[in-house]
């Protein structure tokens, strides 16, 4: 008789109840059909009902900042002594500080590899360049020229893509020799029930005395959102009946962090600052606004291929979406459509297509409209079949 495999899922960071990250979604769905192992850290936090349908096994010693390095030794020790590994025990990677974990358990112990990727392995490098932490820099250059040689050997790849020839599944064929055979494309999403049941929202929504309010969820740093607050000052000198809330934290790089508390305080008049707050809270906020703004710098490779979950979610609450025309965005938004998508760095072409979604409310309604009717094909119940059933036939094809 076959055993049931066990899916023992290596992942290092918390684990809140936002049943919008991916990592939540993974875990829960995968833990409904499969034994799911995680491993973990002794002190990584993890939602209660996601953790009483997991095995948990937590790094038992808090050593500092060499834990990391530690843990991978004691992962290695702990799947050996595991009993029958070769036949019934999967490695499952999350983020490339594991993806060497995963490859030493196929090498050493026989078992099967599968990752996940919700970024390229480049994702870490591109951001961190610009803030200057060389040791940093220096490790992931190695890191990368390490993951060119061992993901070509990975048994199956789950790649935030909405096909395998586009995005991240592209540029892991290209750049990582992954064989287009073992990825499955599974775009980010969202839980519709779970936002819908948080925000009992009015369709019918209208802005206080005639305000239009913007709203920008996630940080703000070099890479995102900085770019656009001057341009959303020069917009409200245009159009004073303009709002603007924020949800997110912002950069403690010095400098920058300077630069943006000086905005703020310029602009308390008419920004709205939340911070970082709770993911429940952030959906309300979204619901007050009219219209969701995304703007990234197309200059950090992985932000050319993600999906920005706040555009899910802008889009579930029937809000105008204004997102840079970048390749993974244009899977989620068509333009005219189901929202509008601006050239990225185009200051005016920013503001002009911000502009006619603040002067046409028929538009906004028409766009709202649509957004919501095509968000369904994102719903994370759906793409959690996806991938329940595409482990099932991994699984049964290597019995």
Not at 27 to 50: E, G, P, R, Y
Not at 360 to 388: G, M, P, T, Y
């Amino acid at each position: 008789m076959s055993v049931s495999p066990i899916i023992n899922l290596i992942f290092l960071g918390n684990i809140p109840a936002e049943k919008n990250r991916g990592i939540y979604q993974r875990l829960s769905c995968l833990s409904s059909a499969f034994n799911v192992n995680l491993i973990t850290l002794n002190d990584t936090s993890i939602d209660q009902d996601l953790a009483s349908k997991i095995s948990i096994y937590r790094f038992p010693y808090n050593i500092g900042k060499f834990q990391k390095y530690i843990f991978s030794l004691w992962f290695l020790i702990f799947l050996a002594r595991k009993r029958g590994l070769r036949h019934n025990h999967i490695i499952y990677t999350i983020n490339h500080q594991q993806y060497l974990l995963g490859y030493l358990s196929k090498i050493l112990f026989q078992t099967q590899w599968i990752t996940d990727f919700f970024h390229s392995p480049f994702y870490r490098i591109d951001i961190i360049t610009d803030i200057k932490h060389f040791p940093s820099v220096i490790y992931d250059k190695l890191l990368i020229k390490i993951f060119k040689k061992i993901l070509g050997r990975v048994d199956l790849a789950v790649v935030m893509a909405h096909s395998r020839n586009e995005g991240f599944a592209r540029l892991l064929h290209d750049k990582f020799n992954v064989d287009m055979n073992k990825i499955i494309a599974i775009p980010d999403g969202v839980d519709l029930s779970y936002v819908y049941e948080i925000v009992k929202y009015n369709l019918n929504y209208k802005s206080d005395q005639g305000d239009i309010k913007l709203i920008h969820v996630g940080s703000i740093n070099p890479k995102k959102f900085l770019w656009g607050l001057n341009l959303l000052s020069e917009a409200k000198q245009a159009v004073p009946q303009l709002k603007l809330i924020i949800v997110g934290d912002y950069t403690s790089e010095r400098t920058t962090k300077t630069q943006i508390s000086s905005w703020l305080k310029a602009n308390a008049d008419w920004v709205e600052y939340h911070g970082w707050i709770e993911h429940r809270k952030a959906l309300e906020q979204i619901a007050r606004a009219d219209i969701g703004l995304c703007i990234l710098d197309d200059s950090v490779l992985d932000y050319n291929y993600c999906h920005p979950n706040k555009i899910y979610e802008y889009m579930a609450l029937q809000k105008a979406v204004l997102a840079p025309d970048l390749e993974g965005i244009r899977g989620i938004i068509r333009h005219g459509e189901s929202g509008f998508l601006y050239r990225c760095n185009d200051s005016a072409d920013f503001l002009n297509k911000l502009y006619t979604l603040i002067e046409n409310k028929e538009l906004r309604d028409k766009l709202s409209k649509k957004a919501n009717e095509e968000i369904n094909k994102f719903d994370w119940s759906r793409l959690n079949d996806i991938l329940v059933t595409s482990f099932k036939r991994f699984i049964d094809k290597n019995k």
